[in-house]
């Protein structure tokens, strides 16, 4: 089992939907990430979080660090959102290893 | 732009022959990483490097040797390599350790050894 479980694994929505996508840690961890990986491989850094919330446009990343658990919220949602959302923990009190979850792969259809 | 290239985009190699993967940033940044992404996968570090020494190797078969001349530059030199080694690897870099800074990767190179 991984240390770093994102759930829904795939997701679809339509045009305008609210989306939100979860990200479930069982051990404990000093910073969360939020990526994107557009098809053909290249991989955006969306958030960076270790505590409450961050807003960007549209993506809105929470975390609670009690209850092991960050979400990302997408408002608005676009075609262009389309891509695998990846969370990604630092844990065990290590500074540079982090451990990714598997994906969420997120299509939103006009 | 990412502002960190990775060369070439896609490789293809047998199992004799001897490649190298390029990466380089001009972020300022003093943390660079290879990880390696397999199908159905999650991302899996490789090596770390921080102020051009090595932090980590992440239990990495000697087949991948890494290479840091500077801290803009990152290489990772492949020889012998298996079939169960064709995936995409990145070359991501941060600000500093710990990881509390976004990290920047590159578009990866789709390794595929025949």
């Known amino acids: 089992k991984n240390e770093v479980e994102q759930s829904p694994q795939n997701l679809t929505a339509q045009e305008g939907e609210f989306i939100t996508i979860n990200c479930s840690y069982s051990?404990?961890?000093?910073?969360l990430h939020w990526l994107q990986q557009h098809p053909g491989g290249g991989i955006v850094s969306l958030f960076m979080l270790s505590s409450g919330k961050k807003k960007h446009g549209r993506l809105i990343a929470t975390i609670n660090i009690q209850e092991k658990h960050s979400s990302l919220h997408i408002t608005a949602s676009h075609p262009r959102d389309s891509a695998v959302y990846i969370c990604a923990a630092l844990v065990g009190g290590s500074n540079y290893k982090l451990t990714f979850g598997k994906g969420t792969l997120l299509t939103v259809n006009p | 732009e990412t502002g960190v290239t990775q060369t070439p985009r896609h490789l293809v190699m047998g199992m004799t022959n001897k490649k190298s993967l390029k990466c380089e940033q001009h972020l300022g940044h003093n943390a660079m990483y290879w990880y390696k992404q397999s199908a159905k996968k999650p991302l899996e570090l490789m090596f770390v490097?921080?102020?051009?020494?090595?932090?980590e190797n992440n239990s990495v078969p000697s087949r991948f040797s890494p290479e840091c001349p500077n801290s803009s530059h990152l290489f990772l030199h492949l020889h012998t390599l298996q079939p169960e080694d064709s995936a995409l690897y990145l070359c991501a870099s941060s600000q500093e350790l710990p990881v509390n800074s976004p990290l920047h990767f590159g578009n990866g190179t789709r390794l595929t050894v025949t």
């Open positions: 490097y921080n102020f051009k020494e090595q932090t």
């Open positions: 051990v404990g961890i000093s910073a």
